[in-house]
C-alpha cells in the first residue's frame, strides 16, 4: 500500500515565526488532505488539495502531484496553531494517514 | 465543529465490559469512518460505510463490531475489550462522489478517549 511520511516529526518555533511541513508519499493518488489535531484530540480539515495550491489565511498548502509531495506553509505562527499536523492521502475508499508533524509554537 | 458529535467524549470500561460508542453526523454526508488512533501510531482507518454499507473493516478484531442504521448515525459496540485497544477513537463522514474511487473532504467529530483497565 501507500505509503505516508512526514517531517520534521517536531517542530518547536517562537511566535511570530514561519515554517513548511512536508509530506511524502509513494505513489500516485486523486486525493490529499491536510489536518491540524488541537491538544483536546479535535481533528480539522485544513486543505483538501490533491494538486495545485490553496491558501486560507495564513495557512497555504501546495501539491506537485508528479513528484509526489506536499507542504503545509505555516506564517506568522501564533500559540493556537501549537497541536499535531496530519498528511492523509487517498487510497481508492480510504485515506491513509501519515505519523504527523508536532508544532510547539511558544510566545 | 458541530457538524459530527461523538458520546461518550470519555469511557473506562472493565475488559467483560460491553459498551457503545455512538457518532452522528449532521451534514448530510454518504459515507461514514471509524478510526482508531493510538499513542505514537498514525490513525488507523477501522471501518467505512457507504451509504450505509459496510465497505472495508481492515481486518479489525471481533470485538469490535459496527452498525450503521442509516447515513447519519454509526456506532461501534465494544466487547470483552483488552488493555491495548485503550485509545482516542474517532469517527468522520465525507460526502464520496460514486464510481470515482475518490473521496472528498472528511470531517472529524471529537472523538472518546477509552481507557481499558
Known amino acids: 500500500g501507500i505509503q505516508v511520511e512526514q517531517s520534521p516529526p517536531d517542530l518547536i518555533l517562537q511566535e511570530g515565526a514561519n515554517s513548511t511541513l512536508r509530506c511524502n508519499f509513494s505513489?500516485?493518488?486523486?486525493?490529499l488532505q491536510w489536518f491540524h489535531q488541537n491538544p483536546w484530540g479535535q481533528l480539522i480539515n485544513l486543505f483538501y488539495?490533491?494538486?495545485g495550491t490553496k491558501q486560507n489565511g495564513r495557512l497555504s498548502a501546495t501539491t506537485v502531484a508528479t513528484e509526489r509531495y506536499s507542504l503545509l506553509y505555516i506564517s506568522s505562527s501564533q500559540t493556537t496553531d501549537s497541536g499535531v499536523y496530519f498528511c492523509?492521502?487517498?487510497?481508492?475508499?480510504?485515506?491513509?494517514f501519515g505519523t504527523g508533524t508536532r508544532l510547539q509554537v511558544f510566545p | 465543529e458541530t457538524g459530527v458529535t461523538q458520546t461518550p467524549r470519555h469511557l473506562v470500561m472493565g475488559m467483560t465490559n460491553k459498551k457503545s460508542l455512538k457518532c452522528e453526523q449532521h451534514?448530510?454526508?454518504?459515507?461514514m469512518y471509524w478510526y482508531k488512533q493510538s499513542a505514537k501510531k498514525p490513525l488507523e482507518l477501522m471501518f467505512v460505510?457507504?451509504?450505509?454499507?459496510?465497505?472495508e473493516n481492515n481486518s479489525v478484531p471481533s470485538r469490535f463490531s459496527p452498525e450503521c442504521p442509516n447515513s447519519s448515525h454509526l456506532f461501534l459496540h465494544l466487547h470483552t475489550l483488552q488493555p491495548e485497544d485503550s485509545a482516542l477513537y474517532l469517527c468522520?463522514?465525507?460526502?464520496?462522489?460514486?464510481?470515482?474511487?475518490?473521496?472528498?473532504?472528511?470531517?472529524f467529530g471529537p472523538g472518546t478517549r477509552l481507557l481499558v483497565l
Open positions: 468522520a463522514s465525507s460526502q464520496n462522489t460514486q464510481g470515482s474511487g475518490s473521496q472528498e473532504t472528511q470531517y
Open positions: 460505510y457507504s451509504l450505509e454499507e459496510r465497505v
Open positions: 451534514l448530510g454526508h454518504n459515507a
Open positions: 505513489d500516485s493518488v486523486n486525493n
Open positions: 492523509a492521502v487517498g487510497d481508492t475508499d480510504k485515506l491513509i
Open positions: 488539495i490533491p494538486s
